[in-house]
């Protein structure tokens, strides 16, 4: 289901709200011309779903579009639906408004800190309040990951190299460790997409 913390605006009877910039964060979707979906797909599915000046970000599943806050759960319905079929399958989608986005990089314990380069972080956003409290940080040795910061619905996570060279993703040990879904967003793709969520009128990537 689409989730959302944002709050709708109240307007006074006959004005119209006041649209605003939002991201949807699409959970296992690989975006691309050999994908699972299309970057054109996407767009058209949330532009016909009622959202604005709506563009994609990589191909990790990022649509930005601008709405009224009290469209915004529609509009999301709306796209799930129109992807459905092509997907075949039912999307997991987490959206969160551009105040909330740029929150991310004022809070928490990336906040401010630069990072060796030998260390990944990521930020999870969680498809709703985790089901499960652990005691932080929460470690998967075999992995190299550490869960070090869970707040409302977002979850910061470090990654570090494996033996075999590879980085672990936290997906998997999130949504076990939490007990919800969730998506992953590294620290650069998380700051990049403030930007954009800055700049309605940038082109879509």
Known sequence: MP???????????????????????????????KGLVKKE?????????????????IASGNVLFDAEPGRVGAIVAGARRRLRAALGAELVVMVRSASEMAALLRRGPFAGVEAPKIVKRYI?????????????????????LDIVHVAACDCWVVSRRKPSGMY?????????????QSTARSWST??????LLNKPSASGL
């Open 41 to 57: 797909a996407l767009r058209n599915a949330f532009s016909k779903a009622g959202g604005a000046n709506v563009r994609t970000f």
């Open 124 to 144: 999870l956003f969680l498809a709703g309040v985790p089901a499960r409290r652990p005691r932080l940080p929460l470690t998967q040795p075999k992995e190299e």
């Open 3 to 33: 989730t959302s913390r944002s709050r709708a605006k109240s307007t006074r009877r006959g004005v119209p709200a006041e649209r605003e910039r939002y991201v949807a964060l699409l959970r296992a979707v690989n975006v691309g011309g």
């Open 190 to 195: 998380v700051t990049r997409l403030v930007e």
């Open 168 to 180: 672990g993703f936290p997906g998997i040990f999130v949504e076990d460790a939490l007990g919800v």
